[in-house]
């Protein structure tokens, strides 16, 4: 079987497009992947290199989720039918909603990893503005136009069938990490935090505000700057990229890091904190379970579904909440660990073996109908 998979190459979806790439290869699947938003940083471009049989072809084009990006969706459009003549896949494999009605000869899925709609019902509490009205509309025909429609946590599926439908129920396929890539390290008095501090979704920005009436540091990785914005980062980024002792008092702002730095701040870091008010599945979490962290979590419908009975839960947009559960952990090294072993025994059952397995399904039965070959 040969797919075509498209993703961004923006945060997390690269990093899930990654992990699928390599679990498929290693089933016998040939795998072209097509991604676009911007160049792929060069720890993700060593990793492609490493698949075997690995077709890569990538372009600049905005996403649908930015400003005025329509001319470059058409433009992307018709490249990535470009990509599909030339590779004849079995399956074509869309992380992006207005692509999937493209007139592709392979049968298509969609796979809706976010979207605005439910990102501002989230975040903002109220409907986007009118001037989300194309986005809208793409999205509505891109899903009705796909063969099949999946999402990484239910949660992320009623939505799409809420805000886009009338829509058949989306497949739900967890998203998957190689535990391999986030061990356990000895742990230190740290709480870690990790997400886009531009992106008022993440939560990070409320890390930040509690950091300094905690007993311990707070360190958070992600990027301080939006995609295309100009002007210099919120804060420079720390000058040395190893976990290190550091004092309490305001957070350290790490600044984007490769994949096996932000792996070794996990390794040590004791507890992991993500105040989201918006997040359909959460990579970040996963990783930072697999690392060996105990949780503190929004209590979001997504991340309940994937963590109930693994973390501490605090209110959205809660901040004394926030502060008095990880003061909590801090001072009670009993329920710490536990809550770790707790969460990492779940993360466990999220790897990418279970992700393809699942694709993989998916792919045949619109292989099948489609009378391609299996």
Do not use: Q
């Given at each position: 079987?040969?797919?075509?998979?498209?993703?961004?190459?923006?945060?997390?979806?690269?990093?899930?497009?990654?992990?699928?790439?390599?679990a498929?290869?290693?089933?016998?699947?040939?795998?072209?992947?097509?991604?676009?938003?911007?160049?792929?940083?060069?720890?993700?471009?060593?990793?492609?290199?490493?698949?075997?049989?690995?077709?890569?072809?990538?372009?600049?084009?905005?996403?649908?989720?930015?400003?005025?990006?329509?001319?470059?969706?058409?433009?992307?459009?018709?490249w990535?039918l470009?990509?599909?003549?030339?590779e004849?896949?079995?399956?074509?494999?869309?992380?992006?909603?207005?692509?999937?009605?493209l007139?592709?000869?392979?049968?298509?899925?969609?796979?809706?990893?976010?979207?605005?709609?439910s990102?501002?019902?989230?975040?903002?509490?109220?409907?986007?503005?009118?001037?989300?009205?194309?986005?809208?509309?793409?999205?509505?025909?891109?899903?009705?136009?796909?063969?099949?429609?999946?999402?990484?946590?239910?949660?992320?599926?009623?939505?799409?069938?809420?805000?886009?439908?009338?829509?058949?129920?989306?497949?739900?396929?967890?998203?998957?990490?190689?535990?391999?890539?986030?061990?356990?390290?000895?742990?230190?008095?740290?709480?870690?935090?990790?997400?886009?501090?531009?992106?008022?979704?993440?939560?990070?920005?409320?890390?930040?505000?509690?950091?300094?009436?905690?007993?311990?540091?707070?360190a958070?990785?992600?990027?301080?700057?939006?995609?295309?914005?100009?002007?210099?980062?919120?804060?420079?980024?720390?000058?040395?990229?190893?976990?290190?002792?550091?004092?309490?008092?305001?957070?350290?702002?790490?600044?984007?890091?490769?994949?096996?730095?932000?792996?070794?701040?996990?390794?040590?870091?004791?507890?992991?904190?993500?105040?989201?008010?918006?997040?359909?599945?959460?990579?970040?979490?996963?990783?930072?379970?697999?690392?060996?962290?105990?949780?503190?979590?929004?209590?979001?419908?997504?991340?309940?579904?994937?963590?109930?009975?693994?973390?501490?839960?605090?209110?959205?947009?809660?901040?004394?909440?926030?502060?008095?559960?990880?003061?909590?952990?801090?001072?009670?090294?009993?329920r710490?660990e536990?809550?770790?072993?707790?969460?990492?025994?779940?993360?466990?059952?999220?790897?990418?073996?279970?992700?393809?397995d699942?694709?993989?399904?998916?792919?045949?039965?619109?292989?099948?109908?489609?009378?391609?070959?299996?």
């Open positions: 079987m040969k797919v075509l998979l498209h993703a961004d190459a923006v945060g997390g979806v690269l990093t899930y497009a990654l992990e699928l790439s390599a498929l290869a290693a089933r016998g699947v040939e795998v072209v992947l097509a991604t676009e938003g911007g160049p792929v940083p060069e720890g993700a471009r060593r990793r492609l290199r490493a698949i075997p049989g690995l077709v890569h072809a990538e372009a600049g084009f905005r996403l649908e989720w930015m400003d005025e990006p329509w001319d470059d969706v058409a433009r992307a459009g018709e990535l470009g990509i599909e003549r030339r004849r896949p079995d399956v074509v494999h869309l992380g992006a909603f207005a692509h999937g009605r007139p592709f000869r392979a049968p298509r899925l969609v796979v809706g990893h976010s979207c605005v709609v990102w501002y019902e989230a975040v903002r509490g109220e409907p986007p503005p009118p001037s989300w009205d194309r986005y809208r509309r793409e999205v509505r025909e891109g899903l009705a136009a796909a063969e099949a429609v999946a999402a990484p946590s239910a949660a992320m599926a009623r939505a799409l069938v809420r805000h886009h439908g009338p829509l058949a129920p989306p497949a739900v396929v967890p998203n998957g990490r190689d535990p391999a890539r986030f061990p356990p390290g000895e742990k230190a008095a740290l709480v870690m935090g990790a997400g886009r501090l531009w992106d008022e979704a993440k939560g990070a920005a409320a890390l930040a505000r509690v950091a300094p009436g905690l007993p311990w540091p707070v958070i990785a992600g990027d301080a700057r939006a995609p295309g914005a100009e002007g210099p980062p919120v804060a420079p980024p720390a000058d040395d990229p190893a976990p290190r002792a550091l004092p309490p008092g305001p957070a350290h702002l790490l600044g984007r890091l490769e994949e096996a730095d932000l792996a070794a701040w996990l390794g040590r870091a004791a507890v992991f904190a993500h105040p989201a008010r918006y997040e359909p599945f959460g990579l970040a979490v996963l990783e930072a379970a697999l690392a060996g962290c105990a949780l503190v979590l929004s209590d979001l419908e997504s991340l309940r579904e994937i963590w109930d009975g693994c973390a501490e839960w605090v209110p959205p947009r809660d901040d004394a909440a926030l502060a008095a559960a990880l003061r909590r952990l801090c001072e009670e090294p009993g710490r536990a809550l770790a072993a707790r969460a990492r025994t779940r993360a466990l059952r999220l790897g990418p073996g279970p992700m393809a699942a694709y993989l399904d998916l792919y045949r039965g619109l292989a099948a109908r489609a009378g391609a070959r299996p």
